[in-house]
């Protein structure tokens, strides 16, 4: 069990409770359209025509949604490596520091290029459903901003 002061700020448990909320509401959509589909192609002896386009705009968003939580329970990348590898004192409060500029400089980068390719892919239109192409990139600037006010949520209580 954690403790009071490892626990992170309201915003970002508020912020990781809608991301497992949306991420496993869209989990349990992509697992119905799955079995749709094997049902449809090997029972009806048919395909529906969004078979693919749907899962993997799910799969998307699902995936970087799923992001948002690892940033703010600090499971990302390192996964505890830095605890098992370096011993507690300076050192390691450095690296942390360290780790969490770099990550903030991240969400940056991928706020802004995600911004930029959504806004150049949105008068795309995907091939079946004719809807926007950029509401696939639309995954990186969202979760971006989400997981930024996190990560200075959890900044600014340090």
Same mark, same amino acid.
Not at 64 to 91: K, Q, V, Y
């Given at each position: 069990?954690?403790? =009071?002061? /490892?626990?992170? %700020?309201?915003? !970002?448990?508020? @912020?990781? #409770? +809608?991301?497992?909320?949306?991420?496993?509401?869209?989990?349990?959509?992509?697992?119905?359209?799955?079995?749709?589909?094997?049902?449809?192609?090997? =029972?009806? /002896?048919?395909? %529906?025509?969004? !078979?693919?386009? @749907?899962? #993997? +705009?799910?799969?998307?968003?699902?995936?970087?949604?799923?992001?948002?939580?690892?940033?703010?329970?600090?499971?990302?990348?390192?996964?505890?490596?830095?605890?098992?590898?370096?011993?507690?004192?300076?050192?390691?409060?450095?690296?942390?520091?360290?780790?969490?500029?770099?990550?903030?400089?991240?969400?940056?980068?991928?706020?802004?290029?995600?911004?930029?390719?959504?806004?150049?892919?949105?008068?795309?239109?995907?091939?079946?459903?004719?809807?926007?192409?950029?509401?696939?990139?639309?995954?990186?600037?969202?979760?971006?901003?989400?997981?930024?006010?996190?990560?200075?949520?959890?900044?600014?209580?340090?």
């Amino acid at each position: 069990m954690q403790n =009071a002061s /490892s626990q992170p %700020p309201p915003i !970002s448990s508020a @912020i990781d #409770r +809608l991301a497992g909320a949306v991420g496993g509401l869209a989990i349990a959509m992509f697992t119905a359209i799955i079995v749709y589909v094997v049902v449809c192609r090997y =029972a009806l /002896s048919f395909t %529906p025509r969004w !078979s693919e386009e @749907i899962p #993997r +705009l799910l799969l998307v968003w699902v995936t970087f949604i799923g992001a948002i939580s690892a940033f703010i329970r600090n499971t990302h990348l390192c996964a505890g490596l830095t605890d098992l590898l370096i011993s507690p004192g300076r050192f390691r409060s450095l690296l942390g520091f360290l780790a969490r500029v770099a990550s903030f400089l991240f969400l940056i980068v991928v706020l802004w290029s995600g911004w930029k390719i959504t806004v150049l892919t949105w008068a795309h239109e995907t091939t079946v459903l004719s809807w926007p192409a950029g509401l696939v990139y639309l995954a990186l600037p969202v979760t971006a901003a989400l997981t930024l006010v996190a990560l200075v949520a959890q900044g600014l209580r340090k």
